[in-house]
């Protein structure tokens, strides 16, 4: 049911203006069905390369990637993605929006009580009739994890979905996601700048170099939820991971 | 303002309306001026038999405004039509007095409002007659330019094939001003009204494929990853992302199609087709008859604006999920 990922020897390279970019250097990565795993990195490494080569938007330039045991051929709605931004479609309700994925694949049965239930799951009850440019950053992204979710998703691919978002809404999304998870059991991996939103979501932690990204290290973090985030073993590991970033506590707190 | 004014406001407001209008009143002392203007300053010419039909509707127009103001009637419309329907009768009465009343707008080549209004009835049936020719073959051609239009720019966004193909023949033919095509056009199809057809829908097409071309083109392509990663086929991506997402500059492109069907539908009226409002146009100056053009033309301005607003309202419905739509 749910889904492990395979990511073996993968490199690849971006077509930039004619002159190729290394943005990934022999990746290796396992994930077991139902983990959390974080990709922590540099911004601009090739974080989000990764991503869209595991929602099978793009193919890897070496290596393979498989899912389920099989090869990557192309995206599939059992891999859904929620992007940094909403990308919401403007000239539909947020109902219409969140009914994207069944009817894209002409679902027609039970669309109705899917949508309500994702809307009422995502706290969006009330809204299901306002237009995009109505709704505020926070409702927005609720809105597309709602379309990412009505898909009933094996894996659910996350690109910083919350860096837009204020520090509050941020925070208590992170609660909502993680509560998501652990009920649906989806196997997730979330890109993501921010070291401690992996410290307290991931169960693995994956810190990749500048570009073109490698594996620096993979941190198994198996604490029990919900996390403190004040726990001494937590900020242990979130200065260990900030030396491997090349970045030292004492500048971090300076920030 | 002062006290006054100040307490009648908010009594007004208590019986929820509004203090009386100083425009409506003034509307209809105007209206009442220039029909007693056009009663009683004799024409210099005895050519205008409408003139007292005239002064009569200047004293009906006076009656609504002036009721309006006397009982305090609601009515918004009419409270928002106040400065104009001054500034009206106002213009007509210059007109009156240059035109029939001092002749210094000589005639035949200018017409008192009398004039027109001797057309509308002595002449209505040709008039009607030549509109009902015109909105027919406006219909025909501006619907054939525009679904050609759509269809060939949706192709050209989406397709790299077909856009390899037409897009070169679209940067050739397309600049070429449509009446070019006229003398051609009228020896080629088997009747002048086929032609006309073409030739609108020739004037139409080009922008509507050209703005379709360039919205499908500025699709934002995260919308095909989100729909493709949700299980989206092509068809799907094409009829329910890349033509919604391009619909705003779809009508852009169907709002400059309608002015070119415009002037393409009354120059062929005049050179080929023997019906219409630009053949009346035609028709009207062969035979000195002014007065009949400056009907015609009003006729033309007032039709014309109506097709306009009836695009906006359609575009209104479409791009209701727009902000700060522009309203005509």
Known sequence: ?255 | MDGAGFVSRIEGQADSRPPRSPALAAAAVAWAAFAALVRFWPDLDDSAAYGDLLALAGLLIALPPAAAFLFNWRWPALRRLGPWLTALPIGLGLWEVVTAKTLWLPRPFFAPPQALLEVYIDDWPKLLDSLVHSLQLLACGYGLGALSGFIVGVSIGWSRAVGYWVHPVLRLIGPLPATAWLPLMFFAMPSSWSAAVCLIALASGFPVAILTWSGVSSVDRSYYDIARTLGANQRFLVLKVAIPAALPHVFVGLFMGLGASFTVLIVAEMMGVKAGLGWYLQWAQGWASYSNMYAALLVMALVFSSLISLLFRLRGRFLAWQKGLVQW
Do not use: Y
């Open chain 1, 1 to 255: 049911m749910v889904m492990p990922i395979d990511i073996a020897h993968v490199s690849h390279r971006l077509d930039l203006a004619g002159a190729p970019l290394p943005v990934l250097n022999d990746v290796s990565l396992k994930v077991a069905p139902g983990e959390f795993v974080a990709l922590l990195g540099p911004s601009g490494c090739g974080k989000s390369t990764l991503l869209r080569l595991v929602a099978g938007l793009e193919k890897p330039s070496w290596g393979r990637i498989l899912a389920d045991g099989a090869e990557i051929a192309g995206p599939d709605p059992h891999r859904v993605v929620v992007f940094q931004d909403p990308t919401l479609f403007p000239w539909r309700t947020v109902a219409q929006n969140i009914a994207l994925g069944p009817e894209a694949r002409g679902e027609k049965a039970g669309q109705r009580e899917a949508v309500a239930k994702v809307v009422k799951l995502v706290g969006l009850s009330g809204f299901e009739d306002a237009l995009p440019h109505q709704l505020s950053g926070g409702m927005a992204q609720r809105v597309a994890l709602a379309r990412a979710l009505i898909n009933k998703p094996r894996l659910l691919i996350l690109d910083e979905p919350f860096s837009k978002l204020d520090s509050l809404t941020r925070l208590s999304m992170q609660g909502e996601l993680l509560s998501l998870w652990r009920e649906a059991g989806f196997t997730t991996l979330l890109v993501t700048h921010d070291v401690e939103e992996a410290l307290v979501l991931a169960t693995k932690i994956v810190v990749l170099s500048a570009r073109p990204a490698q594996i620096l290290t993979v941190i198994d973090n198996p604490r029990a939820f919900p996390r403190d985030r004040s726990d001494p073993e937590l900020v242990s590991l979130r200065q260990r991971i900030l030396a491997l970033l090349g970045v030292t506590a004492t500048e971090n707190s300076a920030a």
